[in-house]
């Protein structure tokens, strides 16, 4: 632990970690509630085009705008622990940031005791927005795959 890196209570990790999980929250759904919009602008622009077309441009769209949500919030994670001094580097906190959020967890990059509450808050908020990322996708496919195969 460095000299300037904030001390902070199991009790400050939880809240700590649920703010930044619930912000990161937001975003995810906040995105996906945009992405409905633009998919539906998207899906008007396509809609004379191939079927193949259609579910390609269609899907890589929401696709590409799911991983950029995630990209975000891995991100975000890594701002909040170099501003708490969790990191020295930006390159050791956006990779502990996005093993933790995927749920890699290569143990190669670990957070000092009084931050490891608040970093398990990570692996959680990635494990609920992927949920809802898939959920998504799937609900977009079921939408679209019955229109690709009449």
Partial sequence: M???TLAMSQH???L???VVLSVCALIHVGLLAAM???LAHIGRWVKNRSRMF???V????????IVSSHTIQ????AAVLLHM????YLYDALYFSLVTYTTVGYGDVVLPVEFRVFGAFGGVTGILCFGISTAFLVSLINKLLPKSLE
């Fill in 12 to 14: 400050d990790q939880l």
């Fill in 36 to 38: 409905i919009e633009v």
């Fill in 16 to 18: 700590w970690g649920s």
């Fill in 58 to 65: 269609v899907v890589g769209a929401a696709f590409v705008m």
């Fill in 2 to 4: 460095t000299p300037d």
């Fill in 74 to 77: 891995v991100w975000f994670w």
């Fill in 54 to 56: 259609r579910t390609t």
């Fill in 85 to 88: 001094n969790a990191f020295d």
